[in-house]
């Protein structure tokens, strides 16, 4: 049983290039979540999907887009990089809206 | 903004030590909940103690909830090296109208064997 599952693990970016991030769950989760993570500020919330074929945002949302694919993946879409986007991000799922959520391992992104 | 603040933001103990770790936040929650973070990894989920529960056990943590003064402590108990981590808080707030876990800054616990 995989859970959470991200893809890049590792990304380098060039300012203003574009990149998509995957993020699949296979326990049949309703909502999914994109965090980022920095540095001394916790987690903050970028985009989120509290069930199939809705998608709602979160408190850091600019500069991103999202598309909940189908119920297993949720996708994290960068059009034009930033250095300020340089991050590790997470993606999560839950099967109750803000109940336990499982987390993927993060991917690391930098932009130069 | 962030809902929950921990402090301390560090902290360093002996193996065998309890921590104690503290959570406040700012509008009320439906839920708190705890996680843990090793270097480099995914957060794990610990524990989720509802707004009406004051105290609950797992192993050994402990989570108190005081709704009234808006904080949460965590207590590991008889800590051991492999405790070493970062735990975080999250809140479910009530009123943001917005179906998601907000998390705090965290706190990076060291126990030295």
């Known amino acids: 049983n995989a859970g959470v599952t991200q893809t890049p693990k590792f990304q380098v970016l060039k300012t203003g290039q574009s990149m998509t991030l995957q993020c699949a769950q296979d326990?049949?989760?309703?909502?999914m979540y994109w965090y980022r993570q920095d540095p001394g500020m916790g987690l903050r919330l970028i985009y989120y999907?509290?069930?199939?074929?809705?998608?709602d945002k979160g408190e850091v949302p600019n500069g991103y887009n999202v598309s909940r694919l189908n119920k297993r993946e949720f996708s994290l879409r960068l059009e034009s990089a930033a250095p300020s986007q340089t991050s590790v991000y997470f993606c999560?799922?839950?099967?109750?809206?803000?109940?336990?959520?499982?987390f993927g391992e993060g991917s690391r992104l930098t932009v130069l | 903004s962030q809902q929950g603040e921990e402090d301390p933001q560090a902290l360093s103990i002996q193996e065998g030590e309890n921590a104690t770790m503290n959570c406040s936040y700012k509008?009320?929650?439906?839920?708190l909940q705890w996680y843990r973070q090793n270097s480099g990894r995914g957060l794990v989920h610990l524990i989720l103690?509802?707004?009406?529960?004051r105290e609950k056990h797992s192993g050994r943590l402990r989570v108190t909830l005081d709704t009234s003064k808006k904080s949460s402590s965590l207590l590991i108990t008889a800590s051991r090296a492999a405790d070493t981590a970062s735990y975080f808080c999250?809140?479910?707030?009530?009123?943001?109208?917005?179906?998601?876990?907000?998390f705090g800054s965290g706190t990076r616990l060291q126990v030295q064997p």
């Open positions: 103690i509802r707004s009406n529960e």
């Open positions: 326990m049949n989760h309703n909502s």
């Open positions: 509008t009320s929650i439906n839920n």
């Open positions: 999250a809140t479910d707030p009530i009123d943001t109208g917005r179906r998601a876990l907000t």
């Open positions: 999560a799922s839950t099967g109750l809206h803000t109940g336990e959520l499982f």
């Open positions: 999907s509290a069930s199939e074929g809705t998608t």
